[in-house]
């Protein structure tokens, strides 16, 4: 890790104008270890007092006058365990050196000793070295404040997140990732990293990040046989983590000013994700409202939203299908969000595959109108479909995608017809088909018995038939109805009942008879099972 553009290191110390005079001991090999901050040394006790890695201790021969050889090698020892940078003393007129033994162990230790000019005072030695950390970090800010102003500008003139990538890359040379959790985008300057390009890609397809990991990482990754450093900063859009910028230490490590500079360029890409989602509400709040008279069962607004249609380059007289969209929630993620989320990638879908369409969200399912080709059918729905699906599913992975598609009609007149039998194909596929995606017109006699007009004779149907039956099931804690279901999965088979129940050939043989004997219905008789299992069809609807 490199963090030498913001640290000050110990060739810098000394080569400022106060220690011209003064003399180091221990040769050149440590003079880039780290300068932290300057302490003064008044006697050996100061160790126990030590806890920050990288001081420059300040002291005296007179320390050490009365100090055995012995006592002498420990105390050294004991500033090498405690990650000291150096040792600047006042040599004489206190002591006349220190031997080769203690020098020679300092030097393969890393510790610097330094034979301090006695004029030098250590009060200018505070002040020179604090001020060129200091300046050394208003450096850095400055070069960062620059560095915001610069993308900032680009934000300002309308410019993209791959236009504040190429901003921030004038300035930062690590590889630089833009993960987008919201719009599920990633950005990065391939062109100018191709050939590694890949393997980070990998990398950060591999170990996932979502809104919990809202802390800034500094870690190490696998990169071609060894490893390389790796930066993620988070991206906060409305008090939470949308995404994530994630550089790679590819030639050096990631400095001080590369952490602050990605740092203040995360507030400004939280701008970006911010205007990208502002524009698809206010276009989504524009389609709804054209939608929303289209499917109306006045005919006045009907008619209006038929004159607009060509704004949404809709023919009035074109086949048209509705598809809908809802998420079975695995994860703790807003719904409003999930929805933009689902339809912006819909939208990104929609766009390959060369129909005029319309995508919206409305209450908690997206919505999409799509406008067939002359000649085209269901069969092209069914590809159209599954692909939305699968593309969704593999984007989504927290999520369980159902898809609900309505008939085709003719006329763009007649879409509020395909929204209702898309709508009752999706409450099929969550409710009680438990399918990922459900076409209307494969719903058979499901196609009748999801029909909302006719439900109070269903559950009137239901009753008659198998309200003694729930009603047993209840009370006793059986399992009748189960079985009933089964006897119809099986097509009678009682052998293969047997099998799929886990339970005796001769139980099964009385839970039927039972079974007929509650409901006063034979199972031998044609019209009896045909109402039977119309009854368990509808029970399965209203989920009893």
Partial sequence: MSNQESNVVLSEVMALDLFKTSTLLTGAENLEKVVSSVNVMLDSEVIEWIEEDGQILLTTGQVFAKLTEAELMNFFESLVSKNVTGVFVKVKPYIEGFGPEIVDYCKAQGLSIVDLDYEVSFTDIFSVVYNLMFQKQTAILKRVETLHKDTMGVVMEGGSIDDVLRSIGKTISAPIFIRDYYFEDTYFLKAEFEEIYALLYENIETVQFDGKQSKLIRDQVAYRGGEIERLVIPIFVKNQVYGHIVAYGKDQGISNYDKLGLEAASNIIAIEFLKKISVQEVENKYRLEFFDDLISLDENRRGKAVERASNFRFSENASYVVLSIRMAQKGDVDMEERLLKASYLTDLVCKDLGHSYLILNKSNTVHILVMLKEGEGL????????????????????????????????????VHKSLLDASRALEAAMDYLNQDIVFFEEMGVYKVLSNTAIKTELEIFLKDILEPLMAYDARKDTELIKTLMVYFECNGNLKRMSEVLFTHYNTILYRLSRIQEIIGLSLDDEENRYAIHTALKVHKIFNM
């Fill in 379 to 414: 069969s092209v729905v069914k590809r159209y479909t599954k692909y939305i699906h699968e593309i969704l599913k593999s984007r989504l992975k927290r999520q369980k995608v159902r898809i609900g598609s309505g008939r085709i009609y003719k006329g763009i007149h007649m």
